[in-house]
Nanobody, 127 residues
């Protein structure tokens, strides 16, 4: 079993930056693919970023077009933590951000392909 806990959300002005963290416990996630998703009020959960650093596949990342060039997914193996660095934030980035883990370490953009989810952290970007 894997437990995921997100942190780092908050209120920021447009153009600002935040770094979200996702701490994993219960099992080392070195063989997992990790993803970040977000959900705004009244909208479906949408893909943000995914990364794989496992033996299943070579290092690989993917981003939604809406965040490409502004967001970066990374991880610390020692800390068992995945990060989402968010720069040049826009009001439309406002949402609850969720971290997810996928036991087979191939990146995926569809929420249903992930096995474990965190509780989410709120990001609010003011204009």
């Amino acid at each position: 079993q894997v437990q995921l806990v997100e942190s780092g959300g908050g209120l920021v002005q447009a153009g600002g930056s935040l770094r979200l963290s996702c701490a994993a416990s219960g099992r080392t996630f070195s063989s997992y693919a990790m993803g970040w998703f977000r959900q705004a009020p009244g909208k479906e959960r949408e893909f943000v970023a995914t990364g794989s650093w496992s033996a299943w596949s070579a290092y690989n990342t993917a981003y939604a077009d809406s965040v490409k060039g502004r967001f970066t997914i990374s991880r610390s193996t020692a800390a068992n933590t995945v990060y989402l660095q968010m720069n040049s934030l826009k009001p439309e980035d406002t949402a609850v951000y969720y971290c997810a883990a996928k036991s087979r370490g191939v990146i995926a953009t569809i929420p249903n392909e992930y096995d474990y989810w965190g509780q989410g952290t709120q990001v609010t970007v003011s204009s």
